[in-house]
């Protein structure tokens, strides 16, 4: 069975630093694209990065040059480098197992909350 | 990068159909065959129900279908049951490998 297990959430002051990690099993986790997406409270989705296999990386505009996604094939698990934090990004954060062009599988969602 | 347009919410009893839109531009749902819509119950997290603009995955319901027309793609449940209240979203490649999400729709079902 696919899982995906996000942690890292939590509470952190305007400007901080948090790290995301997501442990994958279940499917060979290298050969596939991931992707972070994010939830407000009480709001829609928004795509947040993605990396290829080969370990390309796409960021939304809100958060280029703030966030740094990254992998580590041999541990299985996707990771988040989130700086710079803002009340903005205040989310729950969804790791997601692309397959083409589909958001397929996807975490139970760890929350940030940047607050003073 | 603006998120899509979808209305707040929609609403049908038992039996009947509703459709949800989802409109983008020429630079994300006019430009590509690779819209997705995921519902999501309160609490959890989504799950895909339509891929690229008309595919279902294994497992969804026959009674749920995707259309694209130029910018505007579409999500239609037909034969609603209580089941499928939920909020729903699309998805559209938006270019350079970058993703946009509609707002939402809540659906009641009466």
Do not use: H
Not at chain 1, 17 to 24: K, N, V
Not at chain 2, 96 to 107: A, D, E
């Amino acid at each position: 069975e696919v899982q995906l297990l996000e942690s890292g959430g939590e509470l952190v002051q305007p400007g901080g630093s948090l790290r995301l990690s997501c442990a994958a099993s279940g499917f060979t986790f290298s050969s596939y694209v991931m992707r972070w997406v994010r939830q407000a409270p009480g709001g829609g989705l928004q795509w947040v990065s993605t990396i290829g296999t080969g370990g390309d990386r796409y960021y939304a505009d809100s958060v280029k040059g703030r966030f740094t996604i990254s992998r580590d094939n041999s541990k299985n698990t996707l990771s988040l480098e989130m700086n710079s934090l803002r009340a903005e990004d205040t989310a729950i954060y969804y790791c997601v197992k692309a397959l083409a062009y589909v958001f397929d599988i996807w975490g139970q969602g760890t929350m940030v909350t940047v607050s003073s | 990068q603006s998120a899509l347009t979808q209305p707040r919410s929609v609403s049908g009893s038992p039996g009947q159909s509703v459709t949800i839109s989802c409109t983008g531009t020429t630079g994300d749902v006019g430009a590509y065959n690779y819209v997705s819509w995921y519902q999501q119950y309160p609490g959890k997290a989504p799950k895909v129900m339509i891929y690229d603009v008309t595919k279902r995955p294994s497992g969804v319901p026959a009674r749920f279908s995707g259309s694209k027309s130029g910018n505007t793609a579409s999500l239609t449940i037909s034969g609603l049951q209580a089941e499928d209240e939920a909020d729903y979203y699309c998805c559209s490649l938006a270019g350079s490998s970058t993703w946009l999400f509609g707002g939402g729709t809540k659906l009641t079902v009466l």
